[in-house]
């Protein structure tokens, strides 16, 4: 039976990756890169490098599906996902079932983890559930965003006892949660801590290009350095044509 | 200067170590254990088979730290572990002063991510503020219990663009948090979630020895499979004399 992978592969450093993502690698006869469009290439360039790295011999080869557009400016925010999903689904069994022998393994790379505020399972569910062509799956865990962001930061991401909560910057935009003291911001495009009150007994730990040559991190009071993270936000994205950052807020 | 790696072994599988972490433990002159009684001698021996697996050569050694006893059942919960941390600390900085040298480096295995739920990064930071021996230290990042349970369960940790929610046992059986659609559970002594109500329209998602050749997962609704975990929870504790367990749970 036709086997996929989905193999987390950590954030931007190859050393993140682990011995069983390796193992996993070299089973592998078909990677499928999603072409994210120019400005996320420097994104397949450490997937190619990673397989370079790891893989004895040179028994694989890679296969680019292209990434639907997304309709970012859609009213409904989880629709348009989903309407997105969808379409990403259909190319990815018409690039599996073509490229894909019945006795083969294809791999999906995931940057960092493949539970965490990434679609790929999704894509996998919706391709089991349409029930075309039958295959089995395995996902491989690797480093995530917010561990490198608090190893790099040398913190706890929890002081004693307290929960953590992750959320989306879209959710940060209606305040911070009650009650909850650590709070991890995936996905937020502008720097929606900014506008917090209280931002005095807030901390901060933000990193961009985590993992990679390119990394920042700033921390510092939010009512301090919420200012030049807006704004090093702002050029960084200026200048390399995308960003991927996240932060932990820490009520003191 | 001394050097201190905080290196995250990920949980139970060696498979599990990064790339970072074998390059950082081929660079360890000194491996800190901590004797936690006979029941987790198996933890430690996954640590040294880690080292004999990924070490070249034979330049290091391991020196024992005994674990402090925590009085677990003192009314202040925050100061007890306070408490148990100071002392902890203490019997740190002994054996890191004694064993040592000025230009060597030292490392702690931490089972998981040192980041999560784990005392070693705050011991660390009670040694810098104490300042009594300067030193440098560094955290590598480990794959966590908590990737593995979902990895194993194939399931996204987040729907899409829903927050998750990581909190204890103890914080759980205040109540599910108001609103959260996904919460881990870390932890728990027990199994609290088996005392929420609307269990007919929660799942839940277990794993215990997670990684290990002992792993259990069990999933379904939670109105059906509680009494089941809660049942295998305790016959596993009695039979092995320990458990570590997580759960993922998830309004339908």
């Known amino acids: 039976?036709?086997?996929?992978?989905?193999?987390?592969?950590?954030?931007?450093?190859?050393?993140?990756?682990?011995?069983?993502?390796?193992?996993?690698?070299n089973r592998v006869d078909v990677f499928f890169?999603?072409?994210?469009?120019?400005?996320?290439?420097?994104?397949?360039?450490?997937?190619?490098?990673?397989?370079?790295?790891?893989i004895a011999g040179d028994g694989y080869r890679f296969v680019t599906i292209d990434e639907p557009l997304r309709d970012r400016e859609a009213a409904g925010y989880e629709a348009a996902v989903q309407d997105w999903l969808d379409r990403r689904a259909a190319l990815f069994e018409e690039a599996i079932g073509t490229e894909l022998g019945p006795e083969d393994t294809g791999?999906?790379?995931?940057?960092?983890?493949?539970?965490?505020?990434?679609?790929?399972?999704?894509?996998?569910d919706a391709l089991v559930a349409r029930a075309k062509m039958p295959f089995e799956h395995e996902v491989i865990p690797g480093i995530s965003a917010i561990q490198v962001l608090v190893a790099r930061h040398r913190l706890p991401l929890n002081r004693i006892g307290e929960p953590i909560?992750?959320?989306?910057?879209?959710?940060?935009?209606?305040?911070?949660?009650?009650?909850?003291?650590?709070?991890?911001?995936?996905?937020?495009?502008?720097?929606?801590?900014?506008?917090?009150?209280?931002?005095?007994?807030?901390?901060?730990?933000w990193g961009a290009y985590l993992g990679t040559a390119s990394e920042v991190l700033i921390s510092g009071r939010l009512s301090e350095v919420a200012e030049e993270i807006g704004r090093r936000k702002r050029q960084l994205r200026a200048d390399k044509g995308w960003i991927m950052d996240t932060y932990l807020l820490r009520r003191t």
């Open 107 to 124: 791999a999906f790379l995931v940057w960092g983890d493949p539970t965490l505020y990434d679609g790929t399972i999704r894509i996998i």
């Open 33 to 54: 890169l999603i072409d994210k469009g120019d400005v996320k290439n420097e994104l397949i360039a450490v997937r190619r490098d990673i397989c370079q790295r790891f």
């Open 165 to 205: 909560h992750i959320t989306t910057g879209r959710r940060l935009a209606d305040g911070l949660p009650d009650g909850f003291d650590n709070v991890v911001v995936m996905l937020d495009a502008g720097f929606a801590a900014g506008q917090l009150p209280d931002a005095d007994q807030i901390d901060v730990y």
């Open 1 to 25: 039976m036709r086997k996929l992978l989905l193999i987390g592969i950590g954030v931007g450093d190859p050393d993140f990756v682990t011995q069983q993502a390796i193992n996993a690698l």
